[in-house]
């Protein structure tokens, strides 16, 4: 994992994944922007992370907290999924291209106060 503290490593990270939707995963190129961009807002200020391969950046997964709550979300089944814990957590929101702004924002927002 590599924290994604710089504008520049999250530019790294965008640029990889928006060049992977384009070539694996048009269900999610759209929206996949809007992802990201939310979760660096609202995520715990230092908590970012983008999976590595190789020692690269690799633009698929990434891990944060939000609120203590650590969440992974990535590229799976079509959607770009959230899971609690790891990516083999339980399922907590689910995007593509048919997913609003504001519907992203608010669940991305949202991950803060939820705990079951």
């Given at each position: 994992?590599?924290q994604?503290?710089?504008?520049?490593?999250?530019?790294?990270?965008?640029?990889?994944?928006?060049?992977r939707?384009?070539?694996?995963a048009r269900?999610?190129?759209?929206?996949?922007?809007?992802?990201?961009?939310?979760?660096?807002?609202?995520?715990?200020?230092g908590s970012?992370?983008?999976?590595?391969?190789?020692?690269?950046?690799?633009?698929?997964?990434?891990?944060?907290?939000?609120g203590g709550?650590?969440?992974?979300?990535?590229?799976?089944?079509?959607?770009?999924e959230?899971?609690?814990?790891?990516?083999?957590?339980?399922?907590?929101?689910?995007?593509?291209?048919?997913?609003?702004?504001?519907?992203?924002?608010r669940?991305?927002?949202?991950?803060?106060r939820?705990?079951?």
């Amino acid at each position: 994992m590599l924290q994604l503290n710089t504008s520049a490593k999250r530019s790294e990270f965008r640029a990889k994944a928006d060049k992977r939707a384009r070539h694996h995963a048009r269900q999610i190129e759209d929206i996949l922007p809007i992802v990201i961009e939310a979760v660096y807002e609202y995520a715990d200020p230092g908590s970012v992370y983008g999976s590595l391969y190789n020692g690269r950046l690799t633009g698929r997964s990434g891990w944060a907290k939000f609120g203590g709550r650590r969440v992974w979300g990535g590229y799976k089944n079509k959607h770009i999924e959230f899971r609690e814990e790891s990516r083999l957590g339980r399922a907590i929101a689910r995007f593509d291209n048919a997913s609003s702004k504001s519907e992203v924002e608010r669940q991305i927002r949202g991950f803060r106060r939820q705990k079951r």
